[in-house]
C-alpha cells in the first residue's frame, strides 16, 4: 500500500523521536512491502521562528492532503513571552479545529516489564492498570470566546465553555464503541452538580448508551475521579470526558502508569486521518542530547497503521519489537532501572528497528 504521512517534528525533543519514529515505519514498509511517503509539514515554536506563526496555511494543507499526521511535540520556554494567540500551542489547536478531530484516544497501560516505575503502592499496581481516556478534543472552553477586558480598573478575563448535544453524542459513540473491544465498561466524567455543560453531557451520554445495552455506564465528578484514580485504577476500562477535564486526567492516567515516556496518542474525527503523538511534552531540558525516549512516538505510529491504515499486523510487529527491546533491558533514562542497559534515543530507535 502507499500512503501519505504528514510529519509534525516540532520542538525541543520533537525532531529526535520523530525521526526515530519514521526509522521504524520504514522498516515496517521493506518487511511489509509498503511504501510511506513523508511530507514535512512545520509547526509550532520552529514555525514562529521560521514563519512567523505556529500554524503556516502551507503545513495545515499538507496535513489536510495526507492520509495521516505524524507529531512529535511542540512548544517550549522560548516562545512564552508570545502573546497568546501566536503561543506554538494555538497551531496545535488549530490543527486539531481545521482537522476536526474529536476525538483523542490516550491509553494508560503499565507495562509489565515497568511495573516497578509505578507511583502506586504495590498492592494497588498489582491490581493491573489498563484502561483508556477519551477526551473530547475540539469543544468546551479550549475552542469557546477568550476575552481579557478592563472593567472598573483592573483586569477581567473570560473564557466560554460551550458544548453542543452532537459534540458530546459523536465522542460518546467513541467511548462506547471502544469498550466494547475492551472490558464493556464507560465510566463518565463530569461536574454535573455544578455545570451546565455537565448536566448536557451526562444527558447526551446516557441517551447514547441505550444503544449499547452490553456496556455497563458509570457517571462520576471530576474530583472524585481523580481521587479514584489513584485510589484503583483496576476499576476503569474506558473514561470519556470533556476537553478540559480530559487534559488533566489523561496526564495524571499517564502519570500512575510509571511510563508517560512510553504512551501514545491518536486524535481521530469522522475518516480515517488522525493525528498520532505520544502524549508528553517538548521536554526542551534534554532536547538535542540523544535522551529522549522514542518508544512513545514509535507507538503512536504503530497506532497510525493500526487505526488510519487498517495495518493490524505490521501494528502488532511494532509493539512486539518494542517488548522485545524493553524484555531484552534496554532502557532510555525516563524509565532506567538497576540491572537494565542504558540507552539513548538513537539507539532505543535502532534497537525497535531491528526487530521489526
Ligand atoms: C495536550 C496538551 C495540549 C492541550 C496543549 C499543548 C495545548 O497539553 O495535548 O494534552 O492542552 O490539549
Ligand atoms: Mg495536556
Not at 29 to 44: I, N, V
Not at 156 to 179: L, P, W
Not at 256 to 268: A, K, L, N, R
Amino acid at each position: 500500500m502507499e500512503k501519505t504521512i504528514a510529519v509534525i517534528r516540532g520542538d525541543g525533543i520533537g525532531p529526535e523521536i520523530v525521526g526515530e519514529a519514521i526509522g521504524v515505519l520504514d522498516a515496517v514498509a521493506a518487511r511489509f512491502g509498503h511504501c510511506f511517503t513523508y511530507r514535512e509539514a512545520p509547526m509550532g515554536g520552529c514555525a514562529i521562528d521560521a514563519f512567523g506563526v505556529p500554524l503556516p496555511d502551507s503545513s495545515l494543507q499538507t496535513c489536510l492532503e495526507s492520509d495521516s499526521v505524524l507529531l512529535g511535540a511542540v512548544g517550549g520556554p522560548k516562545w512564552d513571552a508570545q502573546p497568546s494567540h501566536n503561543r506554538p500551542e494555538k497551531g496545535l489547536l488549530k490543527l486539531r479545529g481545521a482537522m476536526e478531530l474529536y476525538s483523542n484516544v490516550r491509553p494508560a497501560r503499565m507495562f509489565e516489564d515497568l511495573a516497578s516505575a509505578c507511583p502506586l503502592r504495590p498492592d494497588i499496581a498489582a491490581r493491573g492498570i489498563d484502561f483508556v481516556v477519551v477526551r473530547e478534543l475540539i469543544g468546551g472552553v479550549y475552542f469557546g470566546e477568550h476575552r481579557t477586558d478592563e472593567a472598573e480598573g483592573e483586569q477581567k478575563a473570560t473564557d466560554i465553555m460551550a458544548y453542543s448535544e452532537h459534540e458530546v453524542r459523536r465522542v460518546a459513540h467513541v467511548a462506547f464503541q471502544m469498550a466494547r473491544k475492551r472490558r464493556h465498561r464507560v465510566t463518565s466524567v463530569d461536574k454535573a452538580n455544578v455545570l451546565d455543560t455537565s448536566r448536557l453531557w451526562r444527558r447526551v451520554v446516557t441517551e447514547v448508551a441505550r444503544e449499547y445495552p452490553d456496556v455497563e455506564l458509570l457517571h462520576m465528578y471530576v474530583d472524585n475521579a481523580s481521587m479514584q484514580l489513584i485510589r484503583d485504577p483496576s476499576q476503569f476500562d474506558v473514561i470519556v470526558t470533556e476537553n478540559l477535564f480530559g487534559d488533566i486526567l489523561s496526564d495524571e492516567a499517564s502519570q500512575i502508569t510509571g511510563s508517560i515516556g512510553m504512551i501514545p496518542s491518536s486524535s481521530m474525527g469522522q475518516g480515517t486521518r488522525g493525528l498520532y503523538e505520544p502524549i508528553h511534552g517538548s521536554a526542551p531540558d534534554i532536547a538535542g542530547q540523544d535522551k529522549a525516549n522514542p518508544i512513545g512516538t514509535i507507538l503512536a505510529a504503530a497506532m497510525m497503521l493500526r487505526y488510519s491504515f487498517d495495518m493490524a499486523a505490521e501494528a502488532d510487529a511494532v509493539e512486539a519489537a518494542v517488548d522485545g527491546a524493553l524484555k531484552a533491558g534496554y532502557r532510555c533514562g525516563d524509565i532506567l532501572q538497576p540491572d537494565c542497559i542504558p540507552v539513548g534515543c538513537r539507539e532505543m530507535g535502532a534497537r525497535i528497528r531491528e526487530r521489526i
